[in-house]
């Protein structure tokens, strides 16, 4: 009588990837879907309304974000994220625990993303100053606002999300990085898993004190780095973990994923994990992300990047990304892309918006994000309908080549929220 719940619809050939549908107390999640990226309860630039108009069907906020400001008991007060921030449709928070660790260590996950450097458990970024210090029963940090201390624990973390009220919300874990020695992979990753306990135990109480809220769906979150045998152990540990009754209602792929093990890394969890649950890639950047990861078997995803490259003029279209302040666009009175159906490209041209970001005006960057977001969901949905259309690989090759065949590649440009 949750309220929450998720139905397979078609399946992949490779028996992982899938359509479906995530029901929740706010609406209903048609999957695969991308999930808009609104840290501080904002989609940058854009109103609410544009972002439920272009088709965005959920948003993501930052419980670490929150909690620091305005904190969490103030959106609580307000009835919830999605009253506060007047968005009526489903609602994630993350946990807080990536923002926690990698404005700890001062390094921003492009970074992180780097396998090359050498062995380094105790890394801080050259001329930072380590803001977070991990221990067996939470994380102790400072604020990147004021510098004051603050400590997240498995506890607190739920006490923040239940406060916040996203209907869907994840366990705290400890994200790792890459470089990190395999024996410090394997004492995280307990630490994680008693953290998961710990959290559903919590989610529980806080469940039966909080009477009459809408339910709140709890997702463990999957770490291990890049071994094979820690991500299936840790599948296994939080896919059948029950506390006092309570399991998980879906799961989070964390942790650090090299762009090219993206694939192979999701299709290992994805092969352990109960069929019938929903899982959330945590954090990726390019179209090329959203069809390894939804061929692996992520039902949806967050993605910063349409809305971040946005606001540097950087433009996604099915030729490929292209850059809006260069000289050729001056005198294009032509849409940001030939055919699209967005508010933006139905209303403005080239030339304008060009216009606007030489002259630093704020309407920039929210016609160039109304755009990008409607880019990403539409290709999302596009994706979803060649699934159900067992269509999916080509439909792949023909998008892929002709955006990867234009655009310089996929960008750098990093994922942190
Ligand atoms: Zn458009």
């Avoid at 549908?21 to 609406?27: K, V």
């Avoid at 506390?243 to 290992?268: H, M, P, R």
Wanted: glycine fraction near 10%; proline fraction near 4%.
């Amino acid at each position: 009588m949750s309220g929450f719940g998720f139905t397979p619809r078609t399946t992949l050939d490779n028996g992982i990837g899938r359509t479906g549908t995530i029901h929740t107390p706010h609406g209903e999640i048609q999957t695969p879907a991308f999930i808009a990226v609104g840290t501080k309860a904002t989609v940058k630039a854009v109103l609410p309304e544009s972002i439920s108009e272009l088709g965005a069907q959920a948003v993501l906020a930052n419980a670490y974000h929150l909690y620091l400001q305005p904190g969490s008991d103030l959106i609580d007060e307000a009835g919830g994220l999605g009253r506060f921030m007047n968005w009526r449709g489903p609602t994630f928070t993350d946990s807080g625990g990536f923002q926690v660790m990698s404005l700890g260590s001062g390094f921003k996950k492009v970074i992180e993303m780097d396998a090359k450097r050498a062995e380094a458990d105790h890394a801080v970024a050259p001329g930072k100053e380590r803001l977070a210090h991990v221990d067996d029963d939470g994380v102790t940090f400072k604020s990147h606002l004021d510098g004051s201390k603050h400590r997240f624990t498995p506890e607190v973390s739920m006490r923040v999300q239940h406060q916040i009220g996203a209907d869907i919300m994840f366990a705290f874990d400890e994200l790792t990085h890459l470089h990190n020695s395999r024996g410090y992979q394997e004492e995280a990753l307990e630490r994680t898993r008693l953290w998961a306990e710990r959290c559903l135990a919590e989610h529980r109480r806080l469940t039966e004190e909080r009477v009459g809220k809408p339910y709140q769906a709890l997702f463990g979150v999957i770490q291990g780095a890049q071994y094979e045998d820690l991500r299936r152990k840790a599948c296994r540990d939080l896919g059948g973990m029950e506390v006092d009754g309570q399991s998980f209602d879906g799961f989070g792929y964390g942790g650090a994923l090299e762009k090219e093990n993206l694939g192979t890394i999701c299709g290992w969890m994805s092969e352990e994990l109960p069929f019938d649950k929903p899982r959330h890639l945590l954090g990726i950047s390019e179209p090329d992300d959203f069809f390894a990861a939804v061929a692996a078997g992520a039902d949806t995803f967050d993605c910063v990047n349409p809305s971040r490259v946005a606001r540097n003029s950087a433009i996604y279209a099915a030729d490929g990304r292209y850059n809006l302040s260069t000289a050729r666009n001056r005198r294009l009175f032509e849409p940001l892309e030939d055919g699209c159906d967005c508010y933006t490209c139905t209303h403005y041209t080239r030339a304008y918006l060009h216009h606007l970001f030489k002259a630093k005006e704020m309407l920039a960057s929210t016609l160039a994000t109304i755009h990008n977001e409607r880019f990403t969901v539409r290709l999302v949905d596009d994706i979803r309908a060649s699934m159900d259309n067992d269509d999916f690989e080509s439909f792949r090759d023909h998008f892929l080549g002709r955006f990867y065949g234009n655009s310089t590649g996929p960008s750098s440009v990093d994922t942190t929220n």
